[in-house]
């Protein structure tokens, strides 16, 4: 059973920088996609990042591009979300998630399986 268990969140002021981890067990994850969707008070989840863990091929959401960096660590099964420039409206539980025909783009199709998510307060 896979298992993707989220940290690195907490409160930082706006224009600060945070790094979460999504540490991922359970199989081999191969061609999987890593994924990172965020969910703000009364709002939709929405998606922020995605990589491919076999060649690291990476997607960005137009809201976070330039700020964010995904990327992966083989050894230890992790996936990494460095968030740079940080703005109050990027406030939200951040989930990481995954499954055997997720793709790169925004969508949840192929979605199997999800963190139970980290919180991220950025005060302004």
């Known amino acids: 059973q896979v298992q993707l268990v989220e940290s690195g969140g907490g409160l930082v002021q706006a224009g600060g920088s945070l790094r979460l981890s999504c540490a991922a067990s359970?199989?081999?994850?191969?061609?999987?996609?890593m994924k990172w969707f965020r969910q703000a008070p009364e709002k939709e989840r929405a998606f922020v990042a995605a990589?491919?863990?076999?060649?690291?091929?990476?997607s960005y959401a137009d809201s976070v591009k330039g700020r964010f960096t995904i990327s992966r660590d083989n050894a230890k099964n992790t996936v990494y979300l460095q968030m740079n420039s940080l703005k109050p409206e990027d406030t939200a539980v951040y989930h990481c998630?995954?499954?055997?025909?997720?793709?790169?783009?925004?969508?949840?199709?192929?979605?199997?399986?999800w963190g139970n998510g980290t919180l991220v307060t950025v005060s302004s």
């Open positions: 998630a995954t499954g055997r025909s997720a793709g790169l783009d925004s969508g949840l199709y192929g979605i199997n399986y």
């Open positions: 359970g199989r081999t994850f191969g061609n999987y996609v």
């Open positions: 990589i491919r863990w076999s060649n690291s091929a990476r």
